[in-house]
């Protein structure tokens, strides 16, 4: 009679049996196809990764500046057509602001330029934060300024308070008083003389 040992004699396992039996077998074949589709997947990985880093450089990309607004080949022109000219002292900045000027302003403030130095003789000029100062002659501080802007050429008297009659345009600052210039208002060179002499006698204002 048989003993159990020597009836599994010859015997596979069973778990070995099913581990082999679900255990692919690969053909040469099938090895290559394998290997082949998975460079082909490497590769398009590859193409979608760099086309994400291509777009995202192109995304940084510093916009382009704009164009500084000109008169000619002149200054630079602010808001409201007012001429970015450099800081200095005597009459070469002041022309050179009075030139850049466009359209109907220009003429107005030539003229108030003139009326100025007529009023009052050897008066010192510069430009400051891009504006024309006038200042008495020997004398410290400067007792008026002017600014272009949109619809007007703003006239300050920084000491507007003191003159007679005052200046039309209120200030938020104390003393000062402003006078607008606009477009096709009678130019009233005999009250502006008026101010601009009493406001060359007061003290002027240090900036």
């Known amino acids: 009679m048989a003993t159990k040992a020597t009836r599994n004699a010859g015997k596979r396992p069973r778990s070995a049996t099913k581990k082999a039996a679900r255990k692919p077998t690969r053909t040469p074949a099938k090895k290559a196809a394998a290997q082949k589709s998975a460079s082909r997947a490497t590769k398009q990985t590859t193409k979608k990764t760099a086309t994400k880093k ?38 070469a900045p002041v022309r050179a602001y009075l030139q850049a000027i466009p359209g109907w302003k220009r003429a107005v403030a030539r003229r108030l330029d003139t009326l100025i130095g007529r009023t009052v003789p050897g008066v010192r000029k510069a430009v400051k934060w891009n ?35 005052v200046p039309p345009e209120a200030s938020k600052v104390p003393d000062v008083r402003y006078v607008h210039l606009r477009e096709g208002d009678a130019f009233d060179a005999r009250q502006l003389t008026d101010w601009v002499e009493q406001a060359s006698r007061l003290p002027g204002e240090k900036m």
């Open 131 to 165: 504006s024309p100062f006038y200042g008495a002659p020997r004398a410290e501080g400067w007792f008026l300024s002017f600014h272009c802007y949109d619809r007007y050429i703003k006239v300050t008297f920084f000491r507007g308070e003191s003159l007679h009659p």
């Open 54 to 91: 291509t777009v995202g450089k192109a995304k940084k990309k510093p916009a382009t500046k704009r164009a500084k607004k000109t008169t000619g080949s002149g200054p630079r022109l602010l808001s409201g057509g007012n001429p970015q000219i450099p800081k200095g002292e005597g009459n």
